[in-house]
């Protein structure tokens, strides 16, 4: 495989808190690219995480994926991302996101455009950490507000959206440094995504995808399908839609009464389309297939029960 893109990991949101740093310096040390911290409801939170982690490492590239917009005020996102990018400078992504709408919901926090909050939250971060006062819109009031020139960090942190459908992935085009894609991050559907992106600058596409590598190949296949249960809900449509199998997939979801009879009669064949799975040559095969489809960082989701041994059996792939 040729190593036209990074590769990074995922750090599991139900980590015992004791593994979560030991977790972080290992896959520093193994040599991924990155390490890519989640804000699920109810768990940790990716800012507290991506600060431990990055004083805890010394290389490796800290992604938050992601904060969702409802969920604070958009000055206070920008001073910790600023905090963050002075006190780890070039090591820090930012990604921001709408949230899972059943979880906004919950929480009181989804507005009636979701569209236009995206954006208008995008910007005015992005203005922040740029030492800029962004103007106010709709949902996002900032009056007069702006970074203190003592902390606004010399090289601003990319801010990415994290997002799923066409018009959201316009507006990451637009507005955003880059794009963050959830698992699953197939070649067809990363094609897709930067087609609606269109974006008139540099823009990073990252990518992730729940992975096992074992060097039995059936092996890696059947730990994977646990990673894949939630693929076929209604929020997934947009991943499965560019698939050459997205009529069979959707009606295979129909004939089965829940997620874990559909992951369980889902063929191989696309187990392995939807999942970076296998020996470590076939992962690498399709590390490349995803570089070559427009992806710039892959991030592994390691599946299984001990996510320290999943952890030394992704890092064959490097």
Known sequence: MSRS???????????????????A????ELGFDELWVVEDLGYRGGIGQAAAVLAATGRIRVGIGLLPVGARNAAF?????ATLAQLFPGRIDVGIGHGMPGWMRSVGQWPASPLALLEEYLGAVTALLRGESPEPGEYVRLDGVR???ACVPDTPPPVLAGVRGPRSLAVSG?????????EPTTPEYARAALAHIDARRPHRL??????????????AVDAVRAGLE???????????????FAAEFAALRRECGSREEFVRRLP?????????????QDAKARLAELFAAGVDSAVLVPIGPDPSAALEQLAAVL
């Open 5 to 23: 893109g990074s590769i990074g990991v995922m750090l599991p949101r139900d980590l015992a808190p004791a593994q979560v740093l030991p977790f």
């Open 147 to 149: 970074l203190e020139a």
């Open 174 to 182: 637009r507005v955003a440094d880059g794009t963050i894609l959830a």
């Open 77 to 81: 996102a920008a001073m910790e991302a």
């Open 25 to 28: 310096r290992r896959a520093d």
């Open 268 to 280: 191989e064949e696309w187990v392995r389309q939807l999942a970076v799975t296998g020996t470590s």
């Open 206 to 219: 990252v990518g992730y995808n729940v992975a096992a590598v074992h060097a039995d190949a059936s092996v």
């Open 230 to 244: 939630w693929i076929g809900e209604p929020d997934w449509a947009p991943h499965l839609a560019p698939l050459p």
